[in-house]
Nanobody
Framework: QVQLVESGGGLVQAGGSLRLSCTAS????????MGWYRQPPGKQRELVGD??????TNYADSVKGRFTISRDGENTVSLQMNSLKPEDTAVYYC???????????????WGQGTQVTVSS
């Protein structure tokens, strides 16, 4: 089993910044990819961006140039959010894709979510 602990959400004014972090622990061989999703009020969950074990990143068009994903150590992913807009208001979820064992196997896990609210 894998546990994800998220931190860093909160309330910020438009134009401000926040940094989210997510740390994975538990039983797995390695982490293949880590990412962030968000679910705005009344809407479906959507990808914000992700990063592979090799460091390749992928972002939603709506956050390109404002958000940056990084791996802070082997089991931690961060999301630096700058120039925040009211439409960035959402519950942000960390997602981790792991290789379960040295010989193979894979699984993905979700964090519990952290609220980000951007006021206008």
């Amino acid at each position: 089993q894998v546990q994800l602990v998220e931190s860093g959400g909160g309330l910020v004014q438009a134009g401000g910044s926040l940094r989210l972090s997510c740390t994975a622990s538990g039983s797995f061989f390695s982490i293949n990819r880590m990412g962030w999703y968000r679910q705005p009020p009344g809407k479906q969950r959507e990808l914000v961006g992700d990063i592979t074990s090799a460091g390749s990143t992928n972002y939603a068009d709506s956050v390109k140039g404002r958000f940056t994903i990084s791996r802070d150590g082997e089991n931690t992913v961060s999301l630096q959010m700058n120039s925040l807009k009211p439409e960035d208001t959402a519950v942000y979820y960390c997602k981790v894709y792991v290789r379960s064992f040295a010989w193979g196997g894979s699984a993905d896990y979700w964090g519990q979510g952290t609220q980000v609210t951007v006021s206008s």
